[in-house]
């Protein structure tokens, strides 16, 4: 399903937020900060599917476990990589970006969010799992009148 949110040329010009542009740009950051080929298929789905086709990537892969002294470094890269590739849209719009990572270690992570904005706002909300590690990844997009 592709939710595609537009204003018309009255109410200040087209101003679209498509959530399949945004999986994209979080696909694109995990790419850059892992450096795996990522591929997202189901925009119903709540998680990110990660695509691993030669060997270097499922080296990459199996290298990336829950290091204390990088989980601040990860989310600000990934955050940084979302915010490039938003900027990259050009889109009339202001984004809020929020990373949160988690060590699978059994406990239970559960993250929500709840807002009220006009039709032309939007968010995207995916989880990404790379080995023990969870990262959930929220862009908020809010239209610049």
Not at 56 to 77: E, G, L, P
Request: charged share 25%; aromatic share 8%.
């Amino acid at each position: 399903m592709r939710k595609k949110t537009e204003m018309s040329e009255e109410e200040g010009g087209n101003k679209e937020f498509i959530d399949e542009e945004i999986i994209k740009v979080i696909c694109d950051a995990i790419s850059s900060v892992f450096n795996l080929q990522v591929k997202f298929e189901n925009s119903e789905s709540k998680t990110v599917e990660l695509k691993l086709e030669s060997e270097r990537d499922q080296a990459n892969y199996n290298s990336i476990v829950f290091m204390n002294d990088k989980a601040t470094s990860w989310c600000s890269q990934l955050i940084d990589q979302c915010l490039r590739g938003l900027l990259r849209l050009e889109k009339p719009y202001k984004y809020l970006v929020s990373c949160v990572m988690s060590q699978n270690n059994g406990a239970v992570l559960h993250s929500d969010v709840v807002m009220l904005f006009e039709d032309t706002d939007g968010m995207v909300s995916k989880t990404i799992s790379i080995n023990d590690l969870f990262f959930s990844i929220t862009i908020v997009g809010l239209a610049i009148s």
